[in-house]
């Protein structure tokens, strides 16, 4: 149920599906009597989708997600396994093109790769199926993943792949079945800057204890106030920004994790 929602209701309320359909919505009035209404909707879905684009509203949502967690120490020592989330890699694109086919969240493979050849001893373990809610999930990412970071140099016989999960929360359980891991052992968690808290919250409420590797950052301190010269840019920030809000909103008002905002362990 949990997932039929968010594929549902969740993507409804991205802004820019929300800020389209509240237009839509206005054109429609436009031929009633309530077309008042209808020029109102139009006009202020146009404004709100400008200052999504071109604003720094989305870096602005972004930073404070991003920044919640540290670049990791390798001063830690050598950790005895890697765990890297989907969502590099689009796994119907790679089914029809016979290759893994790279999405904007492609710095998740390249530091996986990187780090594994840091760290020869430690287990690789990709987590990710297929999040289609309709239609054909034959292909996983799981397999694609394991593919690329075989190319990237990674010998096969570290790998291993978690296939089932459509989300996060199906990450954090089904990998901790997957990696078994020890006590005393020490795993890293590989996934986009942005993703970490949420990403965090589920895997300590699996009981999967992890140390945050963030990489793939949209902004920074820097840049944060800087307006962008073309929409999309901006109208992306915003909505993957929104996602992990309302995610780790949701998360927590059902239980799933135990903080609004995960962060650093105070161990």
């Known amino acids: 149920m949990f997932f039929l929602l968010s594929k ?36 202020v879905s146009v404004l709100l989708l400008a200052l999504c684009g071109f604003s720094p509203l989305g870096r602005l949502l972004l930073l404070p997600l991003e920044e919640r967690f540290p670049s990791w120490d390798p001063a830690h020592g050598a950790p005895d396994g890697i765990v890297v989330l989907g969502g590099a890699i689009d796994p119907d694109l790679s089914a029809a093109l016979g290759r893994p086919a790279l999405g904007r969240s492609g710095d998740r493979m390249v530091a996986t790769a990187e780090l594994a050849r840091r760290y020869p001893k430690a287990r690789v373990v990709f987590s990710g199926g297929n999040a289609n809610l309709v239609g054909d999930d034959s292909a996983k990412e799981a397999d694609y993943g394991l593919s690329m970071l075989e190319d990237l140099g990674v010998a096969r016989e570290r790998l291993e792949a978690e296939r089932l ?30 993703h970490m808290p949420r990403s965090i ?32 840019n901006g109208l992306d920030r915003t909505d993957i920004a929104m996602r992990e809000w309302i995610g780790l909103l949701a998360y ?16």
């Open 8 to 43: 549902t209701l969740g993507t409804m309320l991205m802004p820019v599906n929300f800020l389209i359909g509240i237009g839509m919505l206005g054109a429609l009035l436009l031929a009633t009597r309530y077309a008042r209404s209808g020029r109102w909707l139009l006009v």
């Open 165 to 194: 999960s459509r989300n996060t929360v199906e990450n954090a359980e089904f990998v901790k079945r997957t990696a078994k891991p020890k006590p005393g052992e020490r795993w890293l968690l590989v996934t986009s800057a942005y």
């Open 201 to 232: 919250g589920l895997f300590r409420k699996a009981g999967f204890e992890v140390e945050a590797y963030p990489v793939d950052r949209r902004t920074s301190r820097s840049d944060v106030f800087q307006f962008s010269s073309v929409s999309t």
């Open 252 to 267: 927590r008002l059902t239980g799933k994790i135990d903080d609004l905002l995960p962060g650093p362990s105070q161990k």
